[in-house]
């Protein structure tokens, strides 16, 4: 079976906090969920990615407004990253070990992956894995590029009519990333505060609404200067969400409040006048 070669320093893309580690051997099973993948094994994916992409700029994303599935923000397990690879098409697979939302899985289903919905394109339950495939932009407007074998990432299951509203409308449409600039705990809480464009943080306002890294969380505090914004972990979401894991200085997915979204393209074609102040 064929190894990837070990992925060497990319300078040619910014914003790039980390260097990601070699990237082990693929195992496919011989379940017939599992189609041949076309692997080459003189460079690595991020290589690949970098050489054969115009690279482009983080926070250059503006936010979406179309619902194609919709998901809640309240992360039902930590799966971990088994392997990456090239596909057929020439695009990028993802293959993650997960069992909670391989219950009642489907071939085509949506699955949000640290906040990215992502397509289900294999599955195997006496593996507790599954597999989605990744398109060149999406590793440009993402965090999921940072990704290696072993990472740990949120992951939650398209909702259901049935399903409870437990967090808030996230789309799973990543708005653009925010970096990591401090991690400071107090008792057993933990705040965090994250830069990102001014682009987003129009859309950021306090006790409001963001999906970080798919994880519905409460704005504190936005700060203008900075273009950061910050919130906090409380002991509970600390053990279920892969946030405390990174570091300052790694990246996190960022999706804005859809209805923040609707506000703003009201005002800006006019069907909505603004409220003017007295």
């Not at 040619?12 to 692997?39: A, D, E, Q, T, V």
């Not at 597999?131 to 965090?143: D, H, I, N, W, Y």
């Not at 600039?181 to 306090?206: C, F, H, Q, R």
Request: aromatic share 8%.
């Amino acid at each position: 079976m064929s190894t990837f070669s070990s992925l060497s320093t990319a300078t040619s893309l910014p914003n790039i906090p980390r260097m990601l580690p070699p990237i082990g051997s693929l195992h496919l099973p011989s379940s017939h969920f599992f189609p041949k993948f076309n692997f080459n094994t003189k460079t690595s994916l991020f290589t690949l990615f970098t050489s054969t992409h115009k690279p482009q700029l983080r926070y250059k994303s503006r936010p979406r407004a179309s619902v194609q599935c919709l998901f809640t923000g309240i992360v039902e397990e930590i799966g971990h990253v088994k392997s990456l690879g090239i596909s057929e098409n020439g695009g990028f697979d993802l293959e993650i070990n997960a069992k909670t939302v391989l219950e009642g899985v489907n071939l085509g289903d949506s699955i949000a992956v640290n906040g990215t919905c992502l397509t289900v394109t294999a599955f195997d339950h006496q593996l507790s894995e599954f597999k989605v495939g990744l398109a060149p932009e999406t590793l440009r407007k993402t965090s999921l590029v940072e990704l290696s074998p072993g990472s740990p990432v949120n992951l939650e299951r398209a909702v259901q009519p049935i399903s409870r509203m437990g967090g808030h409308f996230v789309q799973g449409h990543v708005d653009g990333t925010g970096e990591i600039i401090s991690m400071d705990p107090e008792g057993d809480s933990l705040w965090i505060k994250v830069k990102t464009s001014e682009a987003l943080l129009n859309y950021i306002v306090p006790k409001g609404f963001i999906a970080v890294d798919g994880a519905s969380l409460t704005v504190v505090d936005v700060f203008d200067d900075e273009k950061a914004f910050n919130f906090m972990l409380v002991a509970y979401t600390q053990t279920n969400v892969v946030i405390p894991l990174k570091k300052v200085g790694h990246l996190v997915n960022l999706e804005v409040d859809i209805l923040g979204k609707y506000v703003q393209r009201l005002l800006s074609n006019g069907a909505v006048k603004p409220i003017e102040s007295p």
